[in-house]
């Protein structure tokens, strides 16, 4: 039994014609071409994202610096990203650590009166 399925009313592939859009003689249909921009003539989002944190960390330096070459801008913008991150959770850490901090401090203050209230009774 074949697993190909065949459709009688199917052209064969020799009668297919290559389509001609006159569109595709200027400017936009160029950009459109190119690989940073979609069919609508519009950027495509995928060249607006430079690697993720985890891809920055496996890539080859030689992959870095091919990245970087192609937009500094992104790389100049991803590197900020990280560095407020950073920040952000160098700040966060040290609120949980206060937190932390005192709530440690006074559960073994009222650990300490209740025992020594209990050796107080004995």
Known sequence: MSNVLTF??????????ELHNPSFDDD???R?????YKSSGRPNMHT????????IVGASEADLVRDVRLDLAKAQTK?????????????HAAARADLLTNA?????????AVQASRSAEA
């Not at 459109?32 to 940073?36: E, H, L, T």
């Open 8 to 17: 009688p009313s199917a052209r064969p592939a020799s009668n297919i014609r």
């Open 28 to 30: 936009r249909a160029a």
């Open 32 to 36: 459109w071409r190119s690989p940073g």
């Open 48 to 55: 607006f994202v430079f690697r993720s944190y985890g891809l």
């Open 79 to 91: 590197l900020k990203t990280i560095q407020q991150q950073l920040q952000r959770d160098r700040e």
């Open 104 to 112: 440690e401090t006074k559960l073994r203050a009222a650990i300490a």
